[in-house]
Every structure is written in C-alpha cells, then in structure tokens.
C-alpha cells in the first residue's frame, strides 16, 4: 500500500492520503473495544499536484455532495480487521474517484415515436378499456 492508490491511468500519491484510525462500532468479541480498526481515508482534491486543473473541476464537481472544503472523505468499518478496512476504504475512494473522472454521458437526442408506435399504444389502452368495461355487472336494459 505504499505506492499510492491507482485509479485507471492515474495515481494519487501515498503522502496525498492521509489514513486517521479509531475505534469500530458493532461486534468484535474481546478485541472491540482495544483495537483501532475504523479507517477514514482522506484525499485533499483541490491541494492534489496528481490532477491537471480539467480534471480537477469535474472531480469537484462531480462529487460536490461527497467533498467537503475539496477534501473527499471515506470511511470503512465493516470488517473486524484494520487491513481488510483500509483495503475496503481505498477500494471505495478509487470507485469514487473513477466515476468523478468519467467523462459525461453524450447528450440525449430529442425524438418522436413513429405513428405505427402511437396507435399501437392507443389500440392497447382501448382493449384495456374493453376488458374493463366487460368486468361489471351486465346491464339489465339488454
């Protein structure tokens, strides 16, 4: 874990993350309330020298609700282990990061349904309207 978190063709360096440990809520028999095995992951975007000025606006803007004062924040404690949560928090900030840097969807194009499509949806909403009106109880009049 030394050699920095890679995320496609980038790589945040290990002195950009800073790792801060405390103690994990939840089951862990006797060991849970001496072992430091929540992991925080902190990685400051706006201060990165890994990110061209492009990339670090759509970072920040894609994660807006996840970073507070340019600094993304992730947490793990699901595991009894200190190892395996520092390996599910940098997994975790690597899918974050991948889809902050995704490049955006190609915009949708406006188009109509066919006329073939329109009546087909009108004849099926009249059957079900058919198959409705055939429910109730018959009209004594006939």
């Known amino acids: 874990m030394d050699a920095g978190l890679k995320v496609g063709n980038l790589t945040v360096p290990e002195d950009e993350l800073v790792e801060r440990f405390s103690r994990s809520s939840g089951p862990g028999g006797q060991s849970v309330n001496t072992s430091d095995t929540r992991v925080e992951l902190r990685w400051d975007i706006a201060a990165t020298t890994a990110l061209s000025e492009p990339r670090r606006s759509r ?12 600094v993304l924040v992730v947490v793990a404690s699901e595991y009894r ?14 899918a ?8 955006p969807p190609a ?16 004849a099926g909403k009249r059957h079900r309207g058919q198959v409705k009106r055939g429910r109730g109880r018959p009209d004594p009049n006939d």
Do not use: F, H, K, Y
């Not at 282990?81 to 900030?93: D, I, L, P």
């Not at 974050?96 to 490049?103: E, K, N, Q, T, Y």
């Open 59 to 70: 970072l920040l803007t894609r994660l807006a609700g996840r970073v507070v004062d340019g």
């Open 81 to 94: 282990s200190q190892w395996r949560n520092r390996q599910a928090a940098r997994a975790r900030m690597a």
């Open 96 to 103: 974050l990061i991948a889809d902050g840097l995704r490049p």
């Open 107 to 122: 915009p949708r194009r406006a188009t109509r349904p066919s006329r073939s499509a329109r009546e087909a949806r009108l």
